[in-house]
């Protein structure tokens, strides 16, 4: 890709703005790998640069490890590529997407900051994704706007993702929020490394208990019980994660957390053998109970059903199922 009044000259470094970053699309920052290939043959793709607007200086327009690579071996001048200075933005974004896209994988991050270079420089009547095609980069409609979408998150959400430590779909949930809710659950996520459903659990029932409560996400993850399970040091992140998802159900289903604490207790007042399980119905939203007997032989048989005969009398039984309004003839 290469447009009139380019040229190759050799420049010095100290005219280069590296604070200037409109163009850049790569998430690397350790230049060591640059830094050893530039040591030891040298450079072999110069990096394009276009001449800031007083003349004064050049501002990056792809190869920003390479140059600063260079600066980190103490070199005073390097060859570049210099654009002319009328190059307008919009082809001066499709070199710096060329230059890294045709050379290796994108990221997700990288892939992101791709699209939204384009699209923030794009002429009028273009069609970004058929360009996002020819340069290589994902053209799918769906997959297209959610790569536009993280790219507004705040760089420790694009960390997390790049760590893959918060899911994509976990960062489209989160894209949704004000930049600090978004980076409260962030670091909660990041700290307990889950799996993508765990993640979304988490994210979902924390919002949920956020609107019923009418309170903030962040009030949620400050509170006292969940700063305990966070910094509790005999706690591994699966153990950590396993209270905080029992916190966080007891206090968005607090009816649930009730009832559920209400059968456990009547089951230990039954002394049950480890041979008779009741069950209750799934959120005790349902109406039937199961009961499970296991036995060897016939006698056996006899002996768990005298048992259970016995225990389905229980008063604490009997009261619990009475609460429930379930009506049945213990005679039977």
């Given amino acids: 890709m290469r447009y009139d009044g380019d040229t190759y000259q050799t420049i010095p470094l100290s005219q280069i703005r590296m604070t200037d970053d409109v163009f850049r699309i790569t998430t690397a920052e350790d230049i060591k790998e640059i830094a050893a290939t530039l040591e030891f043959v040298g450079l072999i793709r110069p990096p394009i640069v276009r001449p800031t ?66 699209a923030k420089f794009i002429p009028e009547g273009k069609d970004l994704r058929q ?79 956020a609107k019923r409560e009418d309170t903030t996400i962040a009030a949620i993850i400050g509170a006292a019980p969940i700063r305990t399970i966070r910094q509790n040091p005999d706690l591994d992140r699966n153990q950590k994660y396993q209270q905080l998802r029992q916190y966080l159900n007891n206090r968005r289903y607090p009816n649930l957390s009730a009832a559920n604490s209400q059968f456990a207790d009547v089951i230990a007042s039954l002394s049950l053998p480890s041979t008779i399980r009741i069950v209750p119905p799934p959120g005790f939203e349902g109406k039937y109970f199961s009961l499970s007997l296991s036995f060897s032989d016939l006698s056996d048989l006899i002996s768990q059903y005298d048992a259970i005969h016995d225990k389905i009398q229980h008063p604490k039984l009997t009261q619990f199922f009475h609460s429930r309004n379930l009506s049945f003839d213990l005679e039977k």
């Fill in 53 to 118: 607007g007083d003349a004064s200086g050049y501002i990056i327009i792809a190869g920003f490890q390479r140059i600063a690579a260079a600066i980190a071996l103490g070199w005073k001048n390097i060859e570049a590529r210099i654009l002319a200075f009328e190059t307008d933005d919009f082809k001066c974004a499709l070199l710096a997407v060329a230059d890294n896209s045709f050379e290796r994988p994108l990221n997700l991050i990288e892939l992101s900051n791709a699209l939204r270079l384009l």
């Fill in 131 to 209: 360009i996002a095609d020819a340069l290589k980069l994902p053209s799918n409609p769906n997959f297209f706007q959610k790569l536009l979408k993280i790219g507004k998150l705040h760089r420790s959400i694009q960390e997390g993702i790049l760590q893959e430590v918060v899911s994509l779909p976990s960062a489209l949930l989160l894209e949704k929020m004000d930049q600090n809710t978004a980076i409260t659950l962030s670091d909660l996520l990041k700290e307990l490394k889950v799996s993508l459903n765990k993640q979304r659990e988490l994210i979902v029932i924390i919002d949920e208990i």
